[in-house]
């Protein structure tokens, strides 16, 4: 019995042994070719990883410019974004994440940046928004975020808009680490590269593009270009990870980040691929095609309820938008610089304003822009007071007309 029960468990014991060598060969050799075969899928999908993640980089700067229209705002469309506040675009991407700022970033104070690389970004006179710094009297100059309630606009930077992915070490001795918002390759330009740092490594320029048959307008259509150098981080067109993203079929734009302009003569890209056209940024108010007029005139109607009969009185329009973060005004032309009301008889009274535009098209941005009617002093020189009879804000969003017609009834006593 013993000896069974020894036998049993020697053969237990053999059945029990590990794999053989030859085995364990074949097992290593399987594992081998799957990895050989899944390794490229492996890297090919953080490739794509990376690619999404700069597509959606893409989408975070788009809203952080020009907002999302399909949010709503009781019951409206939401406005917000770095246009919205500040009436333009920005110059680069640093410009989103910090208000005051050098150009080239590692640079973190006015005193170390060199003095024409420091850009300040907006800033009003609350005694008269009218008035540049230089002008307006001392302690009375804010360049923050600000509610002008003589025309009941915000006005100034807001950010930030953009929170930095990276932060980026400095080349220089006098240079700090600074945030930058790099794409979905991590890609980033050397600090000390000039203004292309405060780009964060995009392809990032304003550019504008003017009809070749007809003469060029002086204040052409603008839009923004922003891309991805891609995996490879240089401009090139292929292979697809490697490809500046998203695509431009126009030879028009420099990586350098400069302006471009189409020269007369040339022809449009078919179909213009843009980050941000003209069109989704601002609304056109005003163009007059009988270049090369310097300004574009537009007119505006005002209703006034008359309660009792007089004289007629003298009137003016302001118009107050926002632009670099201030705000500016467009005026009557001095050769009509007023419009009288008639006040012969009672009722309801339209009178007609004539403004002109200071470019030619002009252009609102998007956002809240105000309306003003004052009286008007015709005693030589004559000058449009700041005695208003009212003024009321409005908002613009593009593809939506520009209102010309104001049913106010004003009340004449």
Same mark, same amino acid.
């Given at each position: ?31 081998? &070719? ?75 104070? $006015? ?18 928004? &009218? ?14 975020? &600000?509610? @002008? ?90 292979? @697809? ?60 109607? @005002? ?9 007629? $009185? ?15 005004? @467009? ?61 009321? &804000? ?20």
């Amino acid at each position: 019995m013993a000896a069974m029960f020894n036998n049993t468990l020697c053969k237990k014991q053999k059945n029990a042994a590990g794999f053989t060598i030859l085995e364990l060969l074949m097992v290593v050799a399987i594992l081998s &070719t799957i990895a050989y075969v899944t390794f490229p899928l492996l890297e090919n999908n953080t490739d794509q990883v990376r690619f999404d993640d700069t597509r959606n980089r893409l989408e975070t700067i788009r809203r952080a410019i020009i907002g999302d229209s399909s949010r709503t705002v009781n019951g409206g469309p939401e406005i917000r974004g770095y246009v919205a506040d500040t009436g333009s675009l920005p110059q680069n991407i640093q410009a989103l994440m910090e208000k005051d700022y050098c150009t080239d970033p590692q640079y973190r104070t $006015k005193a170390a940046c060199p003095t024409s690389a420091w850009v300040k970004q907006g800033g009003v006179c609350l005694a008269d928004f &009218t008035l540049s710094e230089g002008s307006c009297p001392v302690g009375r100059w804010t360049d923050k975020y &600000t509610y @002008v309630s003589e025309v009941g606009l915000w006005v100034g930077w807001n950010g930030p808009y953009l929170k930095s992915s990276t932060v980026v070490p400095p080349t220089s001795t006098a240079g700090k680490k600074y945030p930058a918002y790099a794409d979905g390759w991590g890609n980033v330009k050397d600090p000390g590269s000039g203004a292309v740092a405060a780009d964060s490594g995009w392809r990032f320029s304003i550019y504008t593009d003017t009809d070749p048959t007809t003469t060029a307008p002086l204040k052409p259509e603008e839009h923004l270009l922003v891309q991805s150098l891609g995996r490879d981080g240089a401009a090139s067109t292929g292979p @697809v990870f490697d490809a500046d993203y998203p695509e431009v079929n126009y030879p028009d734009v420099s990586v350098s980040g400069s302006p471009d302009y189409y020269s007369a003569g040339s022809t449009f890209p078919t179909p213009p691929q843009r980050f941000i056209s003209s069109n989704e940024y601002r609304v056109k108010v005003a163009e007059d095609n009988s270049l090369p007029s310097a300004k574009a005139s537009f007119d505006i109607t @005002v209703t006034f309820n008359v309660k009792t009969a007089g004289s007629s $009185k003298d009137l003016c329009a302001r118009l107050i938008y926002k632009e670099n973060a201030s705000l500016n005004v @467009v005026n009557q032309p001095s050769s009509s610089p007023s419009s009288s009301l008639d006040l012969g008889t009672t009722g309801i009274k339209t009178v007609t304003f004539k403004l002109e535009g200071p470019q030619n098209p002009f252009y609102l941005p998007m956002g809240n822009y105000a309306l003003g009617i004052y009286e008007y002093d015709s005693s030589p020189p004559g000058s449009c007071t700041d005695t208003k009879l009212e003024v009321k &804000t409005y908002t613009t969003m593009p593809g939506i007309p520009f209102i010309t017609a104001y049913d106010w009834k004003i009340e004449i006593p």
